[in-house]
């Protein structure tokens, strides 16, 4: 039984346990949550209800999570003393799934970011976006429901490693004059100076959760994003590492871009192409060994795939990329989808999965019930999903869409919307569960 300093399990339920690489998912889990900072009691306050009811009307009284609130944050602040008590860590370690709002990331107390120092600490080393469109929403491109990718952004490595030496320091100085003396570089000395470690096993791990993610849900293709093609050893290794995982593990699921244009040609007979369906022929299937059915793996140079994003949205299905990409890729497609309200997010690493919105803690928007709760609701359907409970999660996500398509929507979409009214972010839920229950 696990000990902790201040905080009280609920007497019921049991916690999620992995065996052997698969989740043991029992019907009464226990579940920690964090509400979150600044806008996370009104989007927490706004959610669980809904999961709760969705988990309710699919499977009565034999399923139903036992929250457990944990601290991180403000909360935490003032019931430890910092932001991040090791009785949180502790819980989500012990517990190993669990969900979080925002939180505030103090301006003094030595943290670069709370949500950067939890993830290193856990070992989330995926950040998990799906990006997909959900009809009636405001977008400011023409086909958003062209949009449905999965995003696996590295959450450890890279330039967010944090190993950096300010300008005039005396690390600093060292530094620069070991690389200038001994390396042969050319620093110039005012530099401030950052180092951008990505290795074999960081990578590896990342692209092969990305590719098991795409052999069990079926998807098309594995797009490794990077930008190669300038930092050879590093973003050029996350290519070469991530092609050597697909091919040495996943020989008889995948075949390479390169390969496939080798063996077929395009719809105009000399032009290859991976548009979703024209080579419905080779996927959809699972069968080893089958050359026909097997889930594309291609890579594109990051700043092209910005472009690609939005000229030829359909081409991209799971993308896997290094942790700087990642982060501006992410936003930048969730823009294309409606906005950081509606994009929900997970961390995840060997055991452990953490769901969590994509947006901050918004301050400004602090308790005024204001606020878009979808990108915490549709983080809560991710777990939901990934614990198994298919059923309660679509139950969500189809009255989200109506309640959606019934213009019933907070300010940000509202504002997009002519003669729209908005509605609070506790009226939102509310809707979503009234279209539940009918
Ligand atoms: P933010 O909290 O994401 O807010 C930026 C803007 O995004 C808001 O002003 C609002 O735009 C819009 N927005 C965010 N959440 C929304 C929602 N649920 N519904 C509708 N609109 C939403 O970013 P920030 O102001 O840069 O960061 C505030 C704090 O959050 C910082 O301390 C930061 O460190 C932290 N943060 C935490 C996380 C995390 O916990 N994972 C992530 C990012 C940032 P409008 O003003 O246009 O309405």
């Known amino acids: 039984m696990i000990e902790f300093d201040k905080l009280a399990p609920p007497e019921k339920g049991r916690k999620i346990e992995m065996e052997k690489g698969k989740l043991q998912v029992p019907d009464q889990p226990v579940i920690p949550f964090i509400e979150g900072d600044g806008i996370g009691p009104d989007i927490m306050n706004a959610s669980q209800p809904v999961w709760n009811a969705a988990v309710e009307i699919a499977y009565g009284d034999k399923r139903k999570i036992n929250w457990f609130e944990i601290y991180g944050g403000e909360k935490a602040s003032e019931m430890y003393g910092e932001p991040l008590p090791q009785d949180t860590i502790n819980a989500i370690e012990h517990y190993i799934v669990a969900i979080k709002g925002p939180l505030t990331t103090p301006v003094a107390g030595g943290y670069r970011s709370l949500n950067v120092t939890m993830r290193q600490m856990l070992e989330l080393y995926a950040c998990v976006r799906p990006v997909k469109y959900y009809r009636g929403v405001p977008s400011p491109v023409n086909n958003p429901e062209q949009m449905d990718m999965v995003i696996f952004r590295e959450n450890t490595e890279d330039v967010y490693a944090g190993i950096e030496w300010e300008q005039g320091t005396e690390e600093v100085k060292k530094v620069i004059e070991f690389l200038n003396k001994k390396m042969g570089t050319d620093i110039a000395e005012d530099s401030g100076v950052g180092v951008k470690p990505m290795s074999i096993r960081g990578t590896k791990r990342l692209v092969r959760k990305a590719i098991k993610y795409a052999i069990d849900n079926e998807r098309n293709s594995v797009t490794l994003v990077h930008k190669g093609n300038i930092m050879k050893f590093t973003e050029g290794a996350f290519r070469d590492w991530g092609y050597e995982v697909a091919v040495d593990e ?3 699921h995948v075949i390479t871009e390169d390969e496939l244009w080798d063996q077929v040609k395009g719809p105009d007979g000399v032009t290859p192409t991976t548009k979703k369906g024209a080579f419905k022929h080779l996927r ?30 359909d081409e991209y299905d799971v993308v896997a990329l290094p942790n700087l990409n990642g982060d501006y890729l992410s936003d930048a497609c969730a823009a294309q ?20 919105p994509t947006h901050g803690s918004a301050p400004k928007y602090r308790g005024l019930d204001r606020v878009n709760p979808s990108s915490l609701i549709l983080s809560g359907v991710m777990m939901l999903k990934y614990m198994g409970w298919v059923e309660a999660a679509e139950l969500i996500e189809d009255a989200l869409g109506k309640t959606i398509m019934d213009r019933k929507v907070t300010y940000d979409f509202a504002r997009h919307l002519k003669g729209v009214e908005p509605i609070k972010t506790s009226e939102f839920g509310q809707e979503i569960i009234r279209r539940m229950k009918n």
């Open 250 to 252: 996943f020989r008889d």
């Open 284 to 313: 959809g299937g699972r069968e080893p060994g089958n050359p026909g059915k097997r889930i594309v793996i291609k890579d594109r140079i990051a700043d092209q795939m910005f472009q690609q994003v939005l000229t030829r949205t």
């Open 337 to 356: 989808i409606g906005g950081l309200g509606i994009a929900p997010g997970a961390n995840i690493g060997d055991y452990i999965a953490l769901f969590e």
